[in-house]
């Protein structure tokens, strides 16, 4: 009895699979060599795996990145020549990982409380020098015209195919504050941020939240700070004040780069309160 019980409910189940895929679409039921796929019930709890774009500097030539990220040390999705080819009228762009595949890029690093960024996210690297070392300060590379275009083109489709916010499309020093300064403070974010890629800080808001203030003068580091964990940056209880200025310079080589030395100033402060404002997902 028990086991015509059991013949019967295969039996069952069977035919609502057969009459699924006479009522639904072919693209619903996929036969594979040893068995069937049933797609027509997706389910809600999942997510996009990729949610964050990272823009890298090689700090070395063309060739010499080239070599790097292929190896098996370190890799990245896209690498992009200071001066890109043309084949057929557009620049060429060098897809070394596919997307759908985790590369090497970010290393040690955080974002919204996320970490291992490495695993959600996509890495673009710019073949540029970086900075050379002046006495006591650093001269950053400028970005070619052709190659801003490229990496605007090519980060457009990246954050259209994944719905990545603009507060996720982000420096390798805003993950890595502790260790990185790319791409540096010549980066166009701005105008990247104008072709709807990024995020940006509007002038009237930050006028507003400055309210009046010197924007060189000093506010407390502490409640800095905890805005721009708000906002996605990777601040510990722990950190030494050396720490800490860095995870202010680094938002300031992105949203402030006339200036970067890590000051804790109003500025800087009205700058985030703008942020979090223009962006509020980025503050949950």
């Known amino acids: 009895m028990r086991r015509f019980s059991i013949r019967w409910r295969e039996a069952i189940i069977l035919g609502s699979l057969m009459l699924l895929a006479g009522c639904q679409s072919s693209s619903s039921v996929t036969p594979h060599r040893d068995y069937v796929l049933e797609k027509s019930r997706q389910a809600q709890g999942a997510d996009q795996r990729i949610r964050f774009l990272v823009i890298h500097y090689t700090a070395e030539d063309f060739h010499t990145a080239l070599n790097s990220l292929t190896d098996e040390h370190v890799s990245a999705h896209y690498l992009i020549p200071a001066q890109p080819p043309i084949v057929n009228g557009q620049p060429v762009a060098w897809q070394l990982v ?32 970086g900075f050379t070392q002046r006495l006591l300060e650093r001269q950053f590379y400028p970005y070619p015209a052709l190659q801003v275009a490229l990496v605007t083109s090519l980060s457009r489709d990246i954050v259209r195919r994944y719905q990545i916010k603009p507060q996720d499309v982000v420096a390798h020093s805003d993950i890595a504050p502790q260790r990185k300064e790319d791409p540096g403070p010549l980066f166009p974010w701005q105008q990247l941020a104008e072709k709807g890629v990024g995020a940006w800080p509007q002038a009237w808001r930050v006028k507003a939240f400055l309210h009046g203030r010197d924007p060189q003068q000093s506010v407390p580091m502490a409640g800095l700070l905890d805005k721009l964990a708000r906002y996605g940056y990777p601040v510990t209880q722990d950190m030494t004040p050396r720490q800490q200025r860095r995870v202010v310079a680094a938002f300031q080589m992105h949203f402030r780069q006339r200036d970067y030395r890590g000051n804790p100033d109003a500025e800087s402060e009205a700058i985030a309160d703008a942020l979090l404002q223009q962006y509020p997902s980025a503050a949950n």
């Open 98 to 129: 596919p997307e759908s595949m985790r590369a090497w890029h970010a290393g040690e690093s955080g974002w919204r409380g996320r970490t291992n960024i490495n695993d959600t996210s996509i890495g673009i690297e710019l073949e540029n020098k």
